[in-house]
């Protein structure tokens, strides 16, 4: 038995999905970043995926984001120099 295709499942976020999801750690409001489709918590400055649509609400899963600041320590990395 084949089941029709049903437009219900949207790629996008939901509006109201989004309201009622917060931070795992800090259970602040988080900001739906489009473009990169990531979820930010600006609190922990933790970006957290979404894969297929599906916020992936896992401190492990994000990752760092820091906003118009870049923290760097004194020794900065540097893993790939342009060629010269
Ligand atoms: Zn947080």
Known sequence: ?????TPLKEPTM???LLEIL??????SKLEYDRNAQE??????K???PI????PVML???ARQTVPGRV??????VDPAPPAA
């Open 1 to 5: 038995m084949a089941l029709p295709a």
């Open 14 to 16: 939901d509006n109201r």
């Open 22 to 27: 917060v931070c795992p750690l800090c259970k």
């Open 39 to 44: 979820l930010i918590c600006h609190a922990d």
């Open 46 to 48: 933790l970006a957290y």
């Open 51 to 54: 894969r297929d649509g599906i």
């Open 59 to 61: 401190a492990d899963e």
């Open 71 to 76: 923290v760097t320590p004194v020794d900065p």
